[in-house]
């Protein structure tokens, strides 16, 4: 069974703490507001054809497939052709060229760098999705963990020991934040571990050390954790050959992992509330000013979706499997925590003043990863966002 995470916990934990492709068969046109073709007194509204990157796992294609399945982008005259793209890297080379096949599309924390950017072709945030729990920390059950294991059974378990994990994407991130809080908890009684003999990270990806201050003043190598960076997709081969003992991974490779006699140890609610992140949907900026109704139109059904799935996560976790031709069971709802569209209403209140939950979430996200944009060309987060479709949204489907 499919297990539900409360989104008032953990809510309430971050804001305590501060915080290929395919084209679905033609259905028949369903009106809506959107463009009713039945009242004489509307015009008629031509489908469009819109191009959608979503990830293989629940967090980034419950939404689109509860859309999809629902019948809300018919009613909205949208054909989604949409890609599953094997990872952010892929999707953003797709979006951010001249000649983009992907128009809009989910993203999850690793490359949301991208809509901070300044150079090259613009993408922004255009839509909140889910809270993350995606990131997983697990261990072949030798090691003797579980999740019940204390922070200084992990410090122990990690010492001079290599994680495989894909440092491009959010993994890698949330990995390195996690080392860091083993090291501050990881001592006796949940105390901090002396500086000569705290957990340092190194890897053979340079880029994603440029920012890391080596907590260890000796490096001595007995402590060392080594960062084997890896395609997310290709991690549970190496855990099933016996390559990969410690990992650190987002679903479905979680879900292979734990079905091969893997141990999830740690996630984000269960260790590290106050650093999760918002999934969010951005968009090609060129596509957003030339197809301003299409964009709301495609948005106007992302809102629908989010409502049918907050009060039935199950049935759009069962939704995505399908989309993703996943195997069944294979997508679990504690990956990701959703709300409903008066709960979004509600988080947004205060956004545009810098304020309210909304904004504490994507200044979360930008803080954490404004970082790897090239020096000289960040844009600031209100200029990476554009919510107004959302917004709009909203207030149509809310009726204010």
């Known amino acids: 069974m499919k297990k539900r995470l409360s989104l008032l916990a953990l809510c309430a934990a971050m804001l305590m703490s501060l915080l290929v ?12 507001a959107g463009g009713n073709t039945d009242d004489p007194g509307q015009p008629e509204v031509e489908w469009a054809t819109v191009n959608v990157g979503i990830h293989n796992n629940a967090p980034g294609a419950s939404l ?45 924390a690793g490359v949301a760098w991208n809509a901070m950017d300044a150079s090259g072709v613009p993408i922004s945030f255009v839509f909140m999705d889910d809270i993350s729990n995606n990131e997983q920390f697990l261990v072949h059950e030798s090691l003797g963990l579980t999740e019940e294991s204390s922070w200084e059974d992990i410090y122990n378990a990690l010492k001079g020991q290599t994680v495989f994990v894909d440092t491009s994407t959010t993994p890698g991130g949330w ?85 091969s006699g893997g141990v999830k140890v740690a996630t984000a609610a269960s260790h590290m509330p106050d650093y999760t992140y918002i999934n969010t ?35 759009a976790a069962d939704m995505a499997e399908e989309v993703c031709e996943a195997a069944k069971d294979s997508f679990y709802c504690e990956d990701y925590i959703v709300y ?25 996200l930008y803080d954490e990863k404004v970082g790897n944009v090239e020096s000289g060309n960040p844009r600031s987060l209100a200029e990476s966002c554009n919510f107004s479709f959302m917004e709009t949204a909203l207030e149509t489907y809310l009726g204010k």
């Open 21 to 32: 492709g395919c084209t679905p068969e033609a259905a028949d046109p369903t009106p809506t």
């Open 64 to 108: 689109f497939a509860t859309a999809l399945k629902m019948g809300y982008f018919d009613e909205e005259h949208i054909t989604p052709n949409y890609t599953i793209v094997t990872g952010g890297a892929a999707e953003m080379a797709a979006m951010r060229t001249e000649n983009p096949t992907l128009d809009i599309g989910f993203i999850g």
């Open 175 to 259: 990995m390195k934040e996690f080392v860091n809080r083993v090291n501050l908890y990881g001592g006796p009684g949940d105390t901090e571990v002396p500086d000569n003999e705290k957990l340092w990270i190194d890897t053979e990806d340079s880029s994603f050390l440029e920012s890391y201050v080596n907590p260890n003043p000796t490096a001595d190598e007995a402590y060392k954790v080594f960062f084997y960076s890896m395609n997310n997709d290709t991690i549970p081969a190496a855990f099933q050959s016996g390559d990969a003992k410690i990992c650190c991974c987002y679903s479905p490779s979680t879900t292979t992992i734990r079905n």
């Open 281 to 315: 949907w951005v968009a090609n900026s060129s596509w957003l000013e030339n197809n301003p109704d299409v964009a709301q139109r495609f948005i106007n059904a992302l809102i629908k979706a989010m409502d049918y799935r907050s009060s039935h996560e199950e049935e």
């Open 340 to 364: 409903s569209a008066q709960d979004l209403s509600d988080y947004m209140d205060g956004f545009d003043e810098g304020t309210g939950y909304a904004y504490e979430l994507m200044k979360l």
